[in-house]
């Protein structure tokens, strides 16, 4: 029995369940929004769906357009999960298996890396600056990856541009069906990156690459 005066906290499953929940409607939402246009997406299809009332739906996210905000934070977050480089991996490998698992996931999410794409360069401020916020949390992961944590202006500038044609490579190749190996693309990008960094005053830092 609890003590006189003694608060009471929510259960951990109460609040799990919650998560779940909140979850399930960003998954179903990310398929909605990946597959349809943003007019032609129901919340209350989403909220059925995930097996959720629409109040509910709609009590955590606030909107149809916090729920899509929310979704394409959690497209951008996925991609920047996948390059976090593993120290424990030698130089010469943290690229290429960055690139790597880049690549698998364009190519098994490719209409959610396409949403991304389109929500970057289309008329929302809002939309916009989630998806250059992830770019730039991405530019510094890349950095990081090679030991560089303050990078002169130079490289910044250079990695985000680098970063942009990652992604327009990756839209080619699969409008390309494919028909070019991924580790052709992989390596090239590889090897444009590292001179890059080696023009940007890095060479030191690429020697065991």
């Not at 992604?167 to 001179?195: K, N, S």
Request: with cysteine; aromatic share 6%.
């Amino acid at each position: 029995m609890a003590e006189p005066g003694a608060r009471s906290h929510p259960r951990p499953k109460a609040a799990e369940k919650a998560l779940r929940r909140r979850e399930e409607v960003l998954r179903v939402a990310t398929r909605h929004f990946s597959e349809m246009p943003y007019d032609d997406v129901s919340m209350s299809v989403i909220a059925k769906e995930a097996n959720v009332s629409h109040g509910l739906a709609f009590h955590v996210f606030g909107s149809k357009q916090a729920l899509f905000e929310a979704v394409l934070r959690g497209a951008v977050e996925d991609v920047n999960r996948l390059i976090v480089a593993d120290p424990e991996v030698p130089l010469e490998r943290r690229l290429r298996g960055m690139l790597d698992r880049f690549f698998r996931h364009v190519e098994e999410s490719e209409s959610t890396f396409r949403l991304a794409l389109r929500a970057g360069l289309g008329p929302e401020e809002e939309l916009r600056r989630i998806v250059s916020e992830g770019q730039e949390t991405a530019v510094m992961l890349i950095l990081q990856a090679f030991g560089i944590t303050r990078p002169n202006r130079l490289a910044r500038v250079a990695v985000r541009g680098w970063t942009g044609s990652l992604d327009r490579a990756a839209l080619a190749w699969l409008e390309q069906g494919q028909r070019i190996r991924r580790a052709e693309v992989v390596a090239l990008l590889e090897a444009t990156l590292l001179e890059t960094l080696r023009q940007c005053g890095y060479a030191d830092r690429l020697s065991a690459s």
